[in-house]
């Protein structure tokens, strides 16, 4: 029975264009999308290659996993991957940029008798002084595999700390621009990809929007002239899902928050937004460290931790795009289908592995399933919601 359903499921999700990052939406209402879980590392990983794989940037990864170190996060160490969001309180329509997220969320037009889905991606943005400008603006232009024309401003820059940039920098792999580029109505501005993936999560362009390779080929692919692109900065959210009021914070860009550091006003605010009472005075403790640490971890009021179901094991290759078909190509070549794990509150095409009794059976598994997809993959703990 588990096969046929493998099988089915696996031939049905295969025609579907869409990546891993892809969620549907229950109803109009629905705000809260993901979840979070525990992987386990391996000798050679870094947070950075770990968050790629799970489509995350640094910041996101750094501060969720404050006390590991970025570059050498050390063998079978538990690292948190903060997979669940708010959407941002605006229409979900067109493409959305949460600037202090450091995130991007595309509604692509609903087809009839489907759900909404939406599709999420990190991205890098404007440094300080060079900051992403807010606003509503849409898309005019889009460009396959660009030469870049720096501005004046920006080869001057580069040439007072000794980097001459020529005039034009043609397509290629040195190429700032990356493959893609998509050109907003404020012209100044792109969304585009990089050729230095491990700018993605951080403060470090010009103004524009930066991609992972991969995200901005799959994103590219599926937007439109005149799309609207609506820019915000929302450092706090907060959204009611089954009855349960979730807060997330992140830092907020010190240039576009005119509030002290610290206020609860904006959150205030977000959770008014989000439901028609206020904290009871024994939740407002929780509510205030949420705001003051801004780990943009999504946490369900007044539970400190999140709630990992730590005495069964589960296999995950993370979310790129066609991850999952791999992983369910490598699960039948192995003849490992009963261990194909249904899970709720998923991206679609998302696959887990399991269960297994330890770790040990968790890392043999994962092993052979990583040499037979040709992709890392990482022993990992579920979060209780996912059963």
């Not at 491990?198 to 991609?211: A, D, K, N, Q, T």
């Not at 979730?246 to 550091?261: D, G, Q, R």
Request: proline fraction near 9%; charge should be negative.
């Amino acid at each position: 029975m588990i096969s046929r359903l493998f099988i089915g499921l696996a031939s049905s999700l295969l025609v579907l264009p869409v990546g891993a990052t892809t969620f549907e939406l229950a109803d109009e209402e629905t705000r809260v999308i993901g979840h979070n879980l525990v992987v386990y590392s391996r000798h050679e990983d870094t947070l950075l290659d770990i968050g790629r794989k799970f489509d995350l940037g640094y910041t996101e990864m750094t501060a969720a996993n404050p006390n590991l170190d970025p570059w050498l996060p050390g063998d079978n160490k538990p690292v948190l991957i903060p997979n669940k969001f708010i959407l941002p309180d605006a229409p979900q329509k067109g493409i959305v940029i949460n600037i202090p997220e450091m995130r991007l969320f595309y509604f692509p037009p609903k087809q009839a008798n489907q759900l909404q889905q939406v599709i999420t991606h990190p991205i890098g943005i404007g440094r300080e002084g060079r900051d992403t400008p807010l606003g509503k603006l849409s898309i005019i232009q889009k460009r396959e595999n660009p030469s870049w024309t720096p501005p004046e401003s920006v080869r001057r820059e580069h040439a007072a700390a000794g980097d001459i940039l020529p005039a034009v920098v043609p397509p290629g792999p040195d190429n700032p621009l990356g493959t893609r580029a998509i050109r907003l109505s404020n012209p100044s501005y792109l969304i585009h990809g990089t050729a230095k993936p491990y700018g993605v999560g951080l403060r470090v362009s010009s103004g524009c929007i930066r991609l992972y390779p991969e995200d901005i080929e799959h994103l590219y692919s599926l937007v439109s002239l005149n799309t609207q692109v609506n820019i915000l900065h929302q450092p706090y959210k907060a959204a009611v899902s089954n009855g349960k009021l979730f807060l997330e914070a992140h830092a907020p860009i010190p240039e576009m928050y005119k509030e002290v550091s610290g206020n609860m006003t904006p959150m205030i605010q977000a959770i008014l937004n989000a439901q028609d009472s206020m904290l009871s005075e024994q939740d407002w403790p929780f509510a205030e460290e949420i705001v003051m640490t801004t780990h943009g971890v999504v946490k369900q009021i007044n539970q400190q931790e999140e709630k990992i179901v730590d005495n069964v094991w589960f296999v995950h290759g993370g979310l790129q795009l066609n991850t999952g078909a791999k992983m369910r190509k490598a699960l039948q070549d192995l003849n490992m289908q009963d261990k194909f794990w249904p899970l709720r509150n998923k991206a679609i095409n998302e696959v887990v592995v399991g269960p297994f009794e330890n770790l040990e059976a968790a890392r043999e598994a994962a092993d052979k399933i990583s040499a037979a997809a040709g992709i890392p993959v990482w022993p990992a703990h579920l979060s209780e919601e996912m059963f």
